[in-house]
C-alpha cells in the first residue's frame, strides 16, 4: 500500500470522512469513519500530517491523534472553504482540508490543551449566564414598565421590582400579571451564581 502523507479529516458527531493522499498527491483512501474507528485507523497509520478545522471537537481530536504520532494542523473553516471544488458533501470538505493543509499561506489555530481549553469553557459559561440574567432582568422591567413601574437600572433596581411584585398589597398589577412576573423574580433568585475565574488565572505574575 501506497503511504499516505496527508490526510484531510472532516469532523462530525457520528461519522467522519477521511481523505489521504500520498507525496506526490495521489488519493489513497477516501472513506468514511464512524466515531469508534477514528483513534484505531489513524494508530495504523505511520506518522503522516492531519488537517482539520477548528470546530467542535476538533482539539480534543488534535490531541489524541497526536499522541499517536501525528502531526496535526487546526485551520479556520472559513480558508478552508476556498478550496472546496463541488458542492459541500463531506468527501468533498474532507479533499479541500486535504489540499488546504499543505499551503504554505495557510493560516493554523493552536491546539489548545485540556486546561486552556477549561479556562475557555470558564469565561464563556459566566459570559452565558450574566447575558441570561441580563435577559432576565430586562424582561421583568419591560413588563413592569407596561404598567407605570420602572426602576433604576441594574440589580438595585431589579431588587426594587422584585419586591414589588411580591407584594400582594400592591395594587398596581392585576393578578394575571403578578403570577407571570413571580415566575421571572424566582427564576432569577434560584438561577446559579455566574462562575468565577480562580485566582490563579487573574494573579499577576512578580
Not at 488534535?62 to 463541488?86: F, N, S
Not at 470538505?93 to 481549553?117: H, L, N, W, Y
Not at 398596581?172 to 462562575?195: E, G, Q, Y
Amino acid at each position: 500500500m501506497t503511504t499516505i502523507t496527508t490526510i484531510g479529516l472532516d469532523l462530525a458527531k457520528k461519522v467522519f470522512q477521511v481523505h489521504g493522499v500520498d507525496a506526490e498527491g495521489k488519493v489513497v483512501v477516501a472513506r468514511k469513519l464512524r466515531r469508534k474507528e477514528v483513534l484505531s485507523f489513524f494508530a495504523k497509520l505511520p506518522p503522516c500530517l492531519v488537517g482539520m478545522e477548528a470546530c467542535g471537537s476538533a482539539h480534543y481530536w488534535a490531541r489524541e491523534i497526536i499522541k499517536l504520532g501525528h502531526t496535526v494542523r487546526l485551520m479556520p473553516p472559513k480558508y478552508v472553504k476556498a478550496y472546496v471544488k463541488r458542492g459541500k458533501t463531506d468527501a468533498g470538505d474532507a479533499a479541500a482540508i486535504c489540499e488546504a493543509v499543505t499551503r504554505p499561506s495557510m493560516t493554523f489555530v493552536p491546539v489548545k490543551g485540556v486546561e486552556q481549553q477549561g479556562l475557555s469553557m470558564l469565561h464563556s459559561g459566566r459570559s452565558q449566564l450574566i447575558g441570561q440574567r441580563t435577559q432576565l432582568i430586562n424582561a421583568v422591567r419591560g413588563h413592569l414598565s407596561e404598567f407605570g413601574i420602572v426602576a433604576e437600572r441594574g440589580l438595585l433596581g431589579f431588587a426594587e421590582l422584585s419586591a414589588i411584585v411580591r407584594d400582594e398589597k400592591d395594587q398596581r398589577l392585576p393578578v394575571t400579571a403578578r403570577a407571570a412576573l413571580m415566575v421571572l423574580v424566582r427564576s432569577r433568585r434560584s438561577a446559579p451564581r455566574s462562575p468565577r475565574s480562580t485566582p490563579c488565572c487573574t494573579r499577576r505574575t512578580r
